[in-house]
């Protein structure tokens, strides 16, 4: 069955700190992948998606993220946080042909002022 | 606006009280879902719709009860509610059958059964 690993629970990092964040699916086929954000008391949006063509992909404020397909991994990036990051952070996975979007576990980052 | 409206926000109930939570989209869209958050578990889907009369199951399915009979509209049914359900559920929508695109997320509804 389909599956999303994220590796991290809960990070914390100091302000201007880089970011990467583990993300890890079991599908062998093809994928549309996806990371989404919840910011504290409020529902998820998404950052950044992929579906196919250039394996690194940009997103909103900042993040990034890199489709490694022999890794089956999605990691998600930010050269610089901010207080502002502060949230908790779902890789999701879709496999193409039906209606399943698989979330993993979540990553809480804390950032500190 | 562009949204999808969940209803009740929250919720307490007994266990073995019928409920349901009802989910809108404005945005036309085709595809809708309905997950559960709890802690350490991330989101899981309960049911999905990819348009009008078709819905499936998701991994969690086991005591809900979904039905798609316009477009707009996805209630969530728990016929006989459990503590287990206790949980904060997210409807969600994205445009064509299937969530490729962008999912629009409601703005949750905390449920509590005693």
């Known amino acids: 069955a389909q599956s999303v690993s994220q590796h991290n629970h809960h990070v914390i990092l100091s302000e201007a700190a880089s970011l990467e964040l583990g993300c890890n699916y079991s599908y062998g086929g093809t994928v549309n992948l996806f990371w989404y954000v919840q910011y504290p008391g409020q529902h998820l949006q998404l950052l950044l998606k992929?579906?196919?063509?250039?394996?690194l992909v940009k997103g909103i404020k900042g993040f990034e993220a890199e489709f490694i397909k022999s890794k089956f991994s999605f990691n998600l990036r930010k050269p610089s946080v901010q207080w502002s990051d502060t949230a908790e952070y779902f890789c999701a996975v879709n496999n193409n042909q039906g209606g399943k979007l698989i979330f993993g576990q979540g990553t809480e980052l804390s950032v500190k002022p | 606006e562009a949204q999808v409206t969940q209803n009740p926000r929250y919720l307490i109930t007994v266990t073995g009280k019928k409920l349901t939570v009802t989910c809108s989209q404005n945005?036309?869209?085709?595809?809708m879902s309905w997950y559960r958050q709890d802690p350490g578990l991330g989101l899981r889907q309960i049911y999905y719709s990819m348009n009008v009369e078709v819905t499936d199951k998701g991994d969690v399915p086991e005591g809900y009860k979904v039905s798609r009979k316009e477009k707009r509209n996805f209630p969530l049914i728990l016929e006989s509610p459990s503590p287990n359900q206790t949980s904060l559920y997210f409807c969600?929508?994205?445009?064509?059958?299937?969530?490729?695109?962008?999912?629009?997320f409601g703005e949750g509804s905390r449920l509590t059964v005693l």
């Open positions: 992929y579906f196919s063509g250039d394996p």
């Open positions: 969600a929508s994205s445009p064509g059958k299937a969530p490729g695109g962008e999912l629009f």
């Open positions: 945005m036309n869209h085709e595809y």
